[in-house]
Every structure is written in C-alpha cells, then in structure tokens.
C-alpha cells in the first residue's frame, strides 16, 4: 500500500445521515472474485435509473464534484453489511477520505485497511462542512489535523496503529504473521 | 496493565486481582489474547471460528496466493454457499444452469479455493448446507465462549451462545485464514436488560425491532451489546438467536447472551458439540462464563418485555419502526425522515395497518428457522395467500427445510399458495435474483429495508413470520394478533 501523508481537495457533499453499505455498492455487484473497477457502481441506484440514465440532480453526476478526493456525508455514514467492497469502490471511484460525524465499526476498519481514510469530527465542523459542498480542505494523517477554508483546524481521532502503517505503507498482515510465535505459545496452552 | 507480565494475561490466569467484577465480553476477550492490546497496538486476538462464503471470501484467497501463504488452521473454518446461490431446486439439483453466470463463477471459486487450502465446504448439494449462521449453530461448531468471526455483518447471530462473534471485511478474512488471528481495539460493553414477559402474538423479532427503535441504528456503534434479563432467558435459542442476528442493525458489531440450560440442551445432541468427558469439560467452562454480578457496563438501559408490541418497519432503516397497531410518525422537514417516505411512498401520520403489500418474504438468518417456520405456518394453516401476492418461503438451512418438510410444514405453505425454496439468503439481498420489483411492497422476516436492499425500488417492510404471514392472507398490513384471538 502506497502511504498516505497529505490529502487536499474539495469536498463533495451526501447530505444524509446513515448511508448504508447497500447504497455506496448495491449487493448485486458483489458478485464479483476481484476488486477491481467497483467504482463504476459505486451509489449505483443514486447515480443512474433503471435505464442506466445518469440522474442529473445527484451530487456526484455534478461537473463541480469531478475529481474530488473527499467525501462528505451526514451521521453513521457506511451502516450495514461488512462488505469490504464499499472502500473498494469509494477508493476506484477517487475518493481518499470520508468525513461524518460518526462512522460506522465495521466500515471504518474496512477503510483503513485500504488507505481509505475514516474522518470523524464533532457536530460543527460536520454541519459546516455539509453546508459548504466543494471546500477546499486539507487533511494530515502525521498530526491528525482537518484544516478548513475558513482557517479553523480540527484534529480528528484515528487508531494509533492504523495511522502508523497508513504513514509508512505497512500492512497488518505483515505484523500479524510477525506474531507466529506468540501465536504458536497460544493455540498450546489453551482450550481445543 | 503497568507491572503485568503477558503470561499472567493468558487464559485462565486471573487479571489484576479483581474477583467478580467481569462482563462476559471481557472474560471471553481476555480468555482470547493472544497479545494484550497497548496504547501503539491493537490486540492480537485468537479466533476459534471461521466461517466463510462465496461472496467475500474469494479475494482473500487471492492474497495468499500473491504473498505465497498457506493457512494456519483450515480446521477451524467451514465454507458454505448461501449469498448468491439459486433457491430454485432445478438449479441444484436438477442439471438446470445457475441462471445468473456471476453467481455460478463466485460459486466455481470458492470450490476451487477450498479445495486447494484444505478447508471443508458444503458445497450446493449438500444437506447441510444453509445460510452460515443457521449451520454454525445447527451444527453445534458454534459454542458458548468462542471468538467467531465471518466476512458477514450478521456473525453477531452466533452470540446467542455467548461467544463472541462479529462481522469482518475481507481483509480481515484474509488475517484469519493467514493467522487464525485478527488486530482488535477492545470495544467497550453495553447492557440491554428486557423485564417482564413477552405478550401472545409479540415475538422475538418484535423485541429486537422495539430496541433498535430504542437505540437507533447509530445507537450501537462502538459497543459490544450484552441481551439480560427475564424475557432473554425465557427465549429459545432460535428466538436468541434473531435477537442477536440484529444487533448490527443498532450498530453494535457483536451481541452476546449468557449461556443457561436453555443453550447447553440446544447443543447436548449436535454433531459437532463436544462428547462424553469433553462436554463436561466445556460445560463447566461455560458455566462460568456468564457476566459477575457486580460487572460494571460502560452502557445500561432497560426495557419492559411486557409493553412491547408486534412491530414492523416504515422507512429505509431499520430503527424506523412502529407498533403494526399504531402509526408513521411525523417527522415531515427532516430531510432523511422525507426521502425514507419518499422512497417508500408512505405518508406521515398514515395508519401502518391496513397498507397493501405485494411480497411476502419468510425466510434469512434473522428468521428462517424451523420455529419461525413453524410459525408462520401455524398462522397459515386453513388459510389463502391474499390474490396477487406473491409469498415465497426459503427455509435457512437443507436441515431446516428436511425437518420443516418432516412435520409437513411445506404442504401448508404450499396449499396456503406460497412458493417452498431451498435453503440460502435470497431476497433478504436480492443477489441470486430473488427479488422484489421496484416499487412494490414486500414484508420480509428479514433484517434490513434499506433502499434497494431487495431489488432496485423494492419497498421493504421488516416484521416477524407471524406478522408476515397475517399480511399475506390479508394482503395487507395485519396485526397478527387479529388472527390469535379466533
């Protein structure tokens, strides 16, 4: 995983609290052995109707929202099912990090296991970010710090250990087997 | 943990003194480390269980393909086919082509990958094949004061038991399957004690819906829920079971409940429950389990079993819930409050009772057990699906539809005009084609109505099997208390 230091960009804005996993990638297109090229239908029924017409009004079929890197989205954003595939398709789409008030467990871990950053802030920041759609904002993963346009700065909570492979690209499988032998002492002396 | 040598943290070894002060969560946690967590690190903790599927499996197995690993112990992971996999018996067992072509590569993979790294799969022609949280317990592989994990946000099923078992992504399948181990932040515990007694007509399905309403689908999040109280120890284990199968759905990833007679009976006669001096062994390991009686929870509410309603859901989460007897709040302005009726097409302060639904859905890991069949059968008995519903029952497991079959269950659902399945998840996700036509009502016994969750534009009404099956013959939302009382 390449690491992650620095992320600035405009926002794009979801208005809505409790944006389940069902609506970042529908089940559907879990049927499906690689990771590859989910971003395609990523908020798939959001963005297009039955007929496969772009839906105009949807926040990400605005020219202003291309190439943003960061999402914005109301509370207890990525509820629902454990499907790794919603940061998979967030990440394919170009998204790099998602800002709400509140994030959902399992979400959450998914993201940050893929460089998929998981911001959480308190009620003002998440308000004025939901009501400033294409702010220009900075993140920096070393000093946990959101940086807004308007000069405030915030810092926002993020697993040590997690944030330390993010910086420097490791990933946790390589820690896990680096446990082989305490592992080992483990699975003899306990219960079958 | 300053002065704490590690091996004083292992299993059975008491921890900084503090006699009867544990929940079950943290003697199950501790009894679990492998490494201790600290401020740098999350734990390294043991899984007893692994149980995977075809749909999020398959790119785990591709990592250890890439980096060259084997697992560590296939013998503690059981492969099932239930996501994507037909319900139609031609599909399976009649020569007919899986008609969506995805579905059968998903499924082609995932028998290509269990043969190659040794793990046991039940495959689609197996009688004990079913939906993973039916089987684990069916099967007694899942047990009191296990870790068990599944790349399946409804692992939480599996707490009925008091194990620990929570839902992971793939990455994470992938560490279990390379490790036998996952890295976890110890969450911190939340008890939801239910007084009381349940009311005839209010089941198990009712409770759960009432507490997420309670909570709120945010309510959870960070905790591990631990279910108490009188009403918890009067349910079976099936009724435990879809209780704990929805904690997600208050965002809780685990829900655990104390093992009692209730849990030790269940699994005396399962095939993979312990034997002869090994059952006595685990039972007196079991028995200890259960949270002390001074154990302090960073969360507690409490509820009356005895006012709780036969419920069911109005909008697109599933803490938007009314009693079937009362109606849809109004909360018109809040803009997530407008875009749930919206989609649902339902109007603020409306009565619930009495809208037509076109699908009745029996059957998930929420609901597809030979009580909830039984049931809803009951209910259906001498009775007409209502004209232009379409009802389809899909038993959870082959062993649930053989026994369902052996009590003649199938006949009444069949006779009543009702569609009797082979065993998988469904229409509770739409991902093998079972699905419900956009804009069309479904009452479904299963655990989410998100927007889509059954087909793009279907309108999902969660609601017991009783509930579901009152409004099938009705063709409407119908308290199935009406049907109890003569």
Known sequence: ?192 | MNGCRVDELRPGAATHGIANMKTMFQKVWEQHEVVPETADTPAVLYIDRHLIHEVTSPQAFTVLRERGLTMRRPDRTLATIDHSSPTRTDQIFGGVPIAIESAAEQIAQLRKNCAEFGVELFDLKSDQRGIVHIIGPELGFTQPGQTIVCGDSHTSTHGAFGALAFGIGTTEVGHVLATQCLLQRRPRTFAITVHGALSPGVTAKDLILSIIGEIGIGGGTGYVLEYRGAVMRSLSMEERMTVCNMSIEGGARAGMIAPDETTYSYLKTRPRAPQRAAWERALAHWRTLASDADAKFDREITLDGSKLEPMITYGTNPGMVVAVSGSIPDKRNDPVFDKALAYMGLHAGARIGGQPVNVVFIGSCTNGRLSDLRSAAQLLRGHRIARGVRALVVPGSQQVKKAAEAEGLDRIFIDAGAEWRESGCSMCIGMNGDTVGSGDYSISTSNRNFEGRQGPGARTLLASPLTAAASAVRGRVTDPRDFLSG
């Open chain 1, 1 to 192: 995983m390449e690491p992650i230091r620095q992320i600035r960009s405009r926002t794009a804005v979801l208005p809505y609290t409790n944006i389940d996993t069902d609506q970042i990638i529908p089940a559907r297109f879990l049927r499906t052995t690689t990771r590859a090229g989910l971003g395609q239908q990523l908020f798939a029924d959001w963005r297009y109707s039955a007929d496969g017409a772009i839906k105009p009004e949807f926040a990400l079929n605005r020219p202003e929202t291309v190439g943003c890197a960061v999402l914005v989205a109301g509370r207890n954003f990525g509820c629902g099912s454990s499907r790794e595939h919603a940061p998979w398709a967030l990440l394919d789409y170009g998204f790099r990090a998602v800002i709400s008030t509140e994030i959902a467990d399992i979400f959450r871990s998914n993201s940050l296991k893929n460089g998929l950053l998981p911001i959480e802030v308190d009620e003002l920041t998440g308000q004025w970010l939901l009501e400033h759609p294409g702010a220009e904002v900075a993140i920096d993963l070393d000093s946990t710090t959101l940086r807004l346009p308007n000069g405030n700065a915030v810092e926002f909570p993020i697993e040590g250990f997690a944030r330390y492979c993010l910086l420097n690209g490791v990933d946790e499988l390589g820690f896990l087997i680096s446990r082989q032998r305490e592992i080992s002492a483990y699975e003899q002396g306990t219960r079958p």
